[in-house]
């Protein structure tokens, strides 16, 4: 009645956003988000702390590792 329910597959426009992974140089931050193709900006989705959330961000928009890029 209560249990989690598991989240649709959600999904971005993959002819103007890129995936993509913001790291910072200084504290070693990561966020994982889109990159809009023409301008450049950046939509921030869920912070990275570890492989597990990695991993739920490529499963959760259906994105292979190979398609992600690093932003630094």
């Not at 939509?43 to 292979?64: A, K, T, W």
Request: hydrophobic content about 30%.
């Amino acid at each position: 009645m209560f249990g989690r329910r598991k989240k649709a597959e959600e999904s971005f426009d993959r002819t103007k956003k890129r995936p993509a992974i913001r790291c910072s140089i200084c504290t070693g931050e990561q966020v994982a988000g889109f990159q809009e193709i023409d301008t450049g900006k950046f939509e921030e989705v869920m912070v990275l702390r570890d492989e597990n959330d990695r991993h739920s961000f490529l499963s959760q928009y259906g994105i292979q590792e190979n398609e992600i890029t690093k932003i630094w």
